[in-house]
């Protein structure tokens, strides 16, 4: 942007509120300005907002003449009174402001004043003696119950008498005319001594205000770059940028916003600059392999600004990635005494040996060794590990790291038979604890064989009847195999305990006694009686009344509407019986009596 561009034309909007206090020892409103002894006065607190202009910066269209600027509003709150309550049309409240560094005499050459009438209903601005008074301020007057008013204008701020980064007393002056229009009466704020008509009044609360450069300019970052635009790791990467702002305003931080990354990356300053003529910042960092999207980003007291997207590709040091070939374990299947030999090929492209290379096996990883020494990996290098496992069922991968890169297999099995060990039983449970004849009741035991023998049998014996259980096919007894049974039980109290075979061997859970439960309550019934008589359960053992709750209503209904119909019909049929008797008797009368 170009420093030398004159002039610069800056827009604001200034509103003064006017506000009319009540009329002392009386009911009035108005200011009543009435020659003499009498004075409107303004109260001590009057003040006014805010105590520093600030002027934001909407647009700064490049290769224009003129920045635009947003207008701001500023505000002198007045309270006044008169002690008269005549009412006067011509009356006219006067506001001016001064450059001076200190309250001037009024009607100076760069004094700026607003004049305001009342003329009913109707105000306007005029022409005044100091500079920059102009009939094209805008002026848009308002009041609100004859108590107040406000009055709003827009000025060009250098009409105004105002200058970028320059302070500006705000004295306030209120004339009015007498009531014939031919006196102009000063009206001095309060603490002003009335004797000395030709001092300003002020009721800013700093007496100062001021523009402030970083509100006319935003600031800009030149030159951003990242050199070298692109590498391999563990190049250092340089990103610089130049902030510049026309104002001479210093930036609160500058910094780089890497896209996929939460936090901010601050830029540092390389030399004592000045703002105006750029001052350079720059971050250096060594970045791991990846593809980077980022930003610059810079802010000042009112604006925040950032360049577009830049893209940074990091290659790795080197470009191929090694290869695991031919992953093999010999035999697939064997016994405790089988030694394992897991092996696999390693290919380089570069030639470069691993760092290292593992065979996991159960998330812990043991080495293994190159087959020769002095094999090229550029050719391929075979790697194994020999070892001896206990009876089980094993998962397993290999993996290698180059130092650049990490390749895994994928997952396999293997399986160590053995006779030595005994299956195991567990977590043997029945639900519910307590129920009735309906309830079904449901054992389960877990069955698991490290040599991976497949169970014979497995039972729960329940108050010494031994009943089978089931499991789902295709389940793995080295991992774990869930059996279960479902059973209908008589009344009373019962125990249980589960008993399994591999075949080899047999298991009790629990080793010695028994687990107690369920509880099984049929009302009027005696302990050990059965439920009823029924069909067999499903599973083998445990004969019950197999009529759910429902189908017992359904047919308690039946038989009462059985039982109800049948005692109709009786009752019918006694009547239509009475009625032929008391019709026959009553035949025979009348034929007597005839």
């Known amino acids: 942007m170009d420093a030398r561009i004159e002039p610069v034309i800056v827009v604001i909007a200034v509103s003064v509120v006017i506000t009319c206090g009540q009329v002392l020892g009386g009911s009035g409103g108005d200011i009543i300005i009435e020659p003499g002894d009498i004075h409107p006065q303004l109260d001590g607190n009057s003040r006014s907002y ?53 309250a001037e005499h009024y009607f100076d050459s760069d004094d700026v004043c607003l004049r305001v009438y009342r003329n009913g209903t109707r105000y306007e601005s005029v022409r005044n003696e100091g500079v920059g008074a102009q009939n094209d301020w805008g002026v848009a007057i308002r009041e609100s119950g ?10 060009e701020y250098e009409k105004l008498g105002l200058r970028i980064g320059r302070e500006k007393s705000m004295g306030l002056m209120l004339r009015y005319w007498d009531k014939d229009g031919d006196e102009i009466v000063p009206v001095w704020p309060a603490g002003i001594d009335y004797e000395k008509p030709n001092q300003w009044g002020s009721i800013s609360s700093s007496n100062k205000w001021k523009l402030h450069p970083s509100l006319i300019f935003k600031p800009e970052l030149a030159n951003a770059v990242v050199e070298p635009a692109s590498g391999r790791y563990p190049t250092e990467f340089n990103f610089s940028a130049s902030y510049v702002d026309m104002d001479g305003d210093k930036p609160l931080g500058v910094s780089i916003i890497f896209i996929d990354q939460p936090q901010k990356t601050m830029m540092q300053k390389t030399e004592e600059c000045g703002p105006k003529t750029g001052c350079p910042y720059e971050y250096k960092a060594t970045l791991d392999p990846g593809t980077y999207r980022f930003y610059f980003t810079a802010q000042n007291r009112q604006h925040t600004i950032k360049t577009g997207e830049y893209i940074l590709e990091v290659l790795p040091e080197k470009d191929y990635i090694p290869q695991l070939r031919n992953p093999v374990l010999e035999p697939f299947v064997g016994n405790r005494r089988t030694a394992h030999e897991f092996g696999f090929e390693y290919y380089d492209e570069g030639g470069q040996h691993p760092e290292s290379a593992r065979m996991v096996i159960e998330d812990h990883g043991d080495v293994m060794m190159r087959r020769r020494p002095g094999c090229r990996p550029e050719q391929g290098c075979w790697y194994y590990y020999d070892e001896l496992f206990p009876p089980g069922f094993y998962a397993y991968y290999y993996r290698i790291d180059d130092g650049y890169y990490f390749v895994t297999s994928n997952k396999s099995w293997f399986r160590i038979e053995g006779f030595e060990s005994p299956p195991n039983l567990t977590n043997g449970s029945v639900t519910p604890l307590e129920g009735g004849a309906d309830t079904k009741f449901f054992y389960s035991v877990n069955y698991r064989d490290l040599d991976g023998d497949y169970a014979e049998f497995v039972v729960v014996s329940i108050d010494g009847d031994e009943y089978s259980m089931m499991t789902v096919p295709g389940c793995e007894p080295s991992l774990g195999c869930l059996f279960t049974t479902t059973r209908r039980l008589k009344n009373g109290s019962h125990e249980h305990f589960f008993e399994a075979s591999d075949g080899n061997q047999t298991v009790r859970f629990p080793e010695n006694g028994t687990f107690t439960g369920p509880m099984v309550i049929i009302p009027g019934e005696a302990a050990g009686e059965k439920a009823g008589e029924g069909e ?56 007597k009596h005839s």
């Open 536 to 591: 067999e359960d499903e599973q083998n053992g445990g004969w019950s009344l197999d009529i759910d709750e429902n189908t017992r209503n359904i047919m308690l209904v039946v038989v009462v509407c059985v039982v109800v119909y049948m005692i109709r019909a009786s009752l019918i049929k006694r009547r239509k019986k009475k009625k032929k008797l008391f019709g026959g008797q009553k035949k025979r009368i009348d034929e």
């Open 50 to 102: 805010p105590e520093e202009w600030d002027i934001a910066t909407v647009l700064v269209d490049k290769g224009q003449t003129k920045a635009k600027i947003m207008p701001v509003s500023v505000f002198l709150y007045i309270l006044a009174w008169a002690d008269d309550g005549t009412r006067h049309d011509q009356d006219f409240i006067e506001v001016c402001f001064d450059e001076g560094d200190n």
């Open 146 to 155: 004859g108590t107040r008013w406000y009055v709003e204008f827009r000025v």
